[in-house]
């Protein structure tokens, strides 16, 4: 069973903020909510990881809520070179079978 | 640092052949992973090494061999070739920080058996 869902798919315009939803409401209270990208067929790219608190860094912010059973990762300023497949990993700091689901596709438009 | 280099980057085969997947990590990283992605789907962990001498099972074993040959270095062997292990294949490593695995990835093999 997926510990993660999200949709499928979602469209930005760019320049503007790109918010992109992840629910995991069987997140266990030791596990991390991990965000990685694919552009295109390279390899997955590490963007933001948080636990309980809001994180930020030069890429992104990861939104948690309060309960963790849902976040929210949001690239503020959408660039074309942002289109690429997104995808939201739980795990524990010693899980090394982390799943990728199918992620979610974002295409960022002119 | 090149990070996490993975060799060859292409490879054909024929049904039954075998070959190894290279993969070495320079960030003196713990742990080790190879994944396989197919069109379309997200990645499947094959087998992953949590710390040099050590090698586990993933989600999908079946058909493949890992060797952990030092620190650094990580292959994956196909023994005998099919068709259905036509994909992608990932290394990663990483670093247990104690607040989260960060996992690193290679640039990626493209498989094809025939």
């Known amino acids: 069973d997926a510990k993660t869902t999200q949709p499928p798919s979602m469209d930005c315009a760019e320049g503007r903020a790109a918010n992109l939803p992840c629910n995991h409401s069987?997140?266990?209270?030791?596990?991390?909510v991990y965000w990685y990208r694919q552009i295109h067929s390279q390899g997955p790219q590490y963007i933001i990881h948080?636990?309980?608190n809001n994180e930020t860094n030069e890429m992104a912010s990861l939104i948690i809520t309060e309960d963790r059973k849902s976040s929210t990762l949001i690239l503020p300023h959408a660039t074309l070179r942002d289109t690429a497949v997104y995808y939201c990993i739980v795990g524990s700091s010693n899980d090394y079978k982390l799943s990728f689901g199918a992620g979610t596709t974002v295409t960022v438009r002119a | 640092n090149a990070g996490v280099t993975q060799t060859p980057k292409f490879q054909v085969l024929k049904t039954g052949q075998s070959m190894t997947l290279q993969c070495a990590q320079d960030?003196?990283?713990?742990?080790m992973y190879w994944y396989r992605q197919d069109p379309g789907m997200g990645l499947r962990l094959i087998y992953y090494?949590?710390?040099?001498?050590?090698?586990d099972k993933g989600e999908v074993p079946n058909g493949y061999n890992v060797s952990r040959l030092n620190k650094r270095e990580f292959s994956l062997r196909l023994e005998s070739a099919a068709p259905s292990q036509t994909s992608v294949y990932f290394c990663?490593?990483?670093?247990?920080?104690?607040?989260?695995?960060?996992?690193?990835f290679g640039s990626g093999t493209q498989l094809s058996v025939l």
């Open positions: 069987t997140i266990s209270g030791n596990e991390y």
């Open positions: 090494s949590a710390s040099e001498g050590t090698t």
């Open positions: 960030m003196n990283h713990n742990s």
């Open positions: 948080g636990l309980k």
């Open positions: 990663a490593s990483s670093a247990t920080t104690g607040s989260g695995e960060k996992l690193f």
